[in-house]
């Protein structure tokens, strides 16, 4: 209780709280008194409490302090080079930054080349800068396709200071980095997670199981399969996608019977999966009692009897009933059959014939168009290259003339399953035969960087449409596309490209400008990512600079 | 010479001088309205001749039909010349031409010699300016009228404030409760801008959550202590006296002698203080083991000084300010470039944190924080804050609320990671800021450790 002598010479001893309490009320109502009893007034109370308030803060001690927290778990990874560091640090404050509106301009796009930077350095085994974790955990709450890289980029020490931030939560959700993640070879730990863990972590915990001994995780699944709720019976099934095998036919056939129909519908998804599955034999079966060859005419078609009636059976196995709105009953149904029947019961079938022949046959009464559909709907779910070549048919072929499918959604999931420099041939050769407009898809399924002739025809293709006078951002969604997916070594070829053409007649008005700046956008964001990758492959450990050494500006 | 403050001779032009003069120049400014005027002159476009050379910036504005406006601005103590004849208030026109200066953009055509009506205003002031000249009486006067005004604005604030504990300060949480915009503006019409963000500030109190009343009482003590202090000022010793009139807003200017050493930067962050930033830097001399503030102020869209970066270390001059414990100075020549280091400056707990922050309130009691570097503390979370714990002791200092909100707090844990770094910061009664970190944990043993910047 500080004594204090006020300006007006009375000595005032009082609490601190005193002093706010006849403050807060007003000294008229609530007159502090010194210390011989008389009322003092407002000027002295303010002189008291300035005493009080400096005395506090001059003698101001430390707590003691919280519980501290669990320290980080260590991350082994070497450090980003430096350049490759102040690197990301521009590319994460860029991102941030308000956007400037209005045309692109010949400057690259920093934002869209963060993914691809991610990967990079992800190949390169790095670890993250601790002091960008907070941007980069920023950056991928707000997008989500750059979580996985992130989360992998950010490793342990990420995922530590994510527990730490409500804002950054979805990083515990989405990987199963994320989880707790005991020892899989313990069983009482890997047991009392299963039985205590939240969600999230029961999840991961299944993942990393049945990456390790897929009938562990079966069998534990097992354990608990008939008390979980119906939507974490179904994410539970999803995780056997990975590593699937006969092995867990049965357990599949039993979930086939589950109470949820959409349980049911993805046990009856992955078994068909499983050509070798009594699912898949059912089956083929009901399909290929639909579908023969027919010899009436010489030569040989197909004779499509669509199903009557989609049977108790039927919908056991996971064909739904109710068709959407506007199809028949008759082809839903066997849409659905044929999808699921292993592609290889048609060679048998139809004496030995390949996808290839197969595909080339004629269909009766107007059912090509749905068979051939479905048969690419199998074709991407049983991952099988022969079929999707054969239903792709050659790149040069008209769409609406194709063997397949006319959809570019179903013929980029087609190009998704061959191998990758095959879907770049055939992408490439796509785009010579049809220019860029329906090209967009088919090159997002191509993997990155381009091989040579595809990068080719890309290139060839925008040069036409240049010539031809149009404005460049009509394709301006490719242009992105060659940004990010161009081989930075092809900056050199394209540099000619970048000078402004005479105008051809019939040209939009101003158009050569335009493409030059495209052009000086696409050169320079392939430099920008050489320069990216430079930085990546430099010694990783940081040689400080000392005093004495190198100025640092 | 008229209105100087330091009384030097001419020094050459650069930064340093032109930054100390905007200062002054923001300090004389009547209000905040005249500082915003002032930035629409301080654009390149605004001036059709303009130039700076012997200590002067001049420009010549176009006016329609008339002879062109001139002005002219001393950046040595802002003394100016201007076409449009103000009276004492320094006009917004030689306020644009200081910023414009000031923020150090390259200028296309600048001439460093000045024009003739340059150099006879000049040398008019020269004759003036002589001691006992008409230059230096009228300047006399003028601090004398200026003093007289800041000591009526002291009284009517003590009188308000008094006023406000009368009724009780449970008025102040009320809607409608106008004191504290109509007092500022009272404070500017008395020329004590130290007053005048004072009492904006007492404004924010009440809103500031749980034991607001508490909080505003202190800050009410502070400010009549403040008001006393300035009217007593003949009583207080030197020291004293020139915190109390910096606090109060009048201007002050760097006396010598000048420390030359190895000053380390600390710290570098930029506010807005309306449209004009200020930026502050925290130099740590590694020869002298003082730590210093530079101040400098950036028209609006522009940088102030350059940047000094982060973690590098410069030979340098550093000229002290008077009062406030020495803590504010303005740089001087500088030897050499800036080079990198690694080396955090010497630090200590938490304990010798306050304990510094605590001894600095004995030269300037209206303190809010103190530069400290800690040595070995984990950030971890506390309710609904965060603290740093010393590593070996165990005590702990609260992260002060306005960091909390800042993304330089993740950068701290992350840098962190569980294990103990050092941070620099200001360690003051709402807690400890941190601006800078410098890790070197065991999870980081391979990497040298390296100044990360959070503020």
Known sequence: MPTTVTTTGVTVSALWEDLVTSALLGTDRRPLRADDGAAVGPAALLDAAAVHTVRRRAALRPATGAALPVPAPADPRPALPAPARRRLAQLLADRSAPPTGGRRGSAPDLTELIPQWLVSAGAHGYRAPAELLPALLDAARARTDLRPHVLAFAGPRGLWLAGLNPEWKFAL??????????DT????????LWEEGLFAERVALLGAVRERDAGAARSLLATTWSTERAEDRLMFLDSLRSGLSGADETFLEEALADRSRNVRSTAAELLSALPGSALARRMAARATSCVNPDRTGGAVSVAVEAPHECDAGMQRDGVVPVPPSGRGERSWWLGQLVEAAPLGVWREKFGG????????????????????????????????????RALLGAPSTPLANGPGTASLAERSQLLATLPAPER???AAGFIAAHGLSEAFQLLGVCSVPWDGPLGRSVVDALDIARDAGSYPWSFSGVMGLAERCLNPAEADRLAVLTTTPDEPEGASPGAGGYWS??????????????????ELVQDGTERPRTEGGSPAN | MVQSLGGAAWRPTGPVESSQAVERLLDLAPDVESRESGRAFASERAWSGSGCGQGVVWGVRESGDGPPHRTAVDTNDASYTCGCAGGETPCEHALGLLLLHASDAPVPGRTKEPPAWVAQWLADRRARAAPGGPAARAAARRAGRRAERVTGGAQELDQRLIDLLRGGIAAADQPGFGLWEETAARMVDAQAPGLASRVRELGSVPASGPGWPGRLLEECALLRLLDSAWVGLDRLPGPLAATVRSRVGLTTSAEGPAVRDHWLVLAQYDTPDGRIVTRRTWLYGRDSGRSTLLLSYGAPGRAPAPPLPVGTVMDAEVTPYPGGGGLRGELGTRFGDPLATTAPPPGGSTADAVAAYGRALRDDPWLDA???????VIPAPSGDGWQLIGATDGYALPVAPAALSRPGLWKLVALSG????TVFGECGHRGFDPLTAWCAGASDADVPSRAVALA
């Open chain 2, 370 to 376: 103190w530069p400290v570097t800690l040595r070995e």
């Open chain 2, 418 to 421: 569980g294990h103990p770094l």
């Open chain 1, 517 to 534: 700046e495209a052009f000086q956008r696409l050169v320079s964001t392939l430099r920008l990512r050489a320069a990216m990758d430079a």
């Open chain 1, 353 to 388: 014939r390949t996808a290839q022949e197969l595909v080339s046959l004629p269909v009766a009464d107007g059912w090509a168009d749905e068979l051939h559909a479905a048969w690419c709907r199998a074709a991407v779910r049983q991952r099988d290259p022969e079929w999707a």
């Open chain 1, 173 to 182: 959700r989405a990987s199963s980095r994320g989880a707790r993640r005991p």
């Open chain 1, 424 to 426: 770049a041939l055939w």
């Open chain 1, 185 to 192: 070879a313990d069983p009482e730990a890997v047991r009392r």
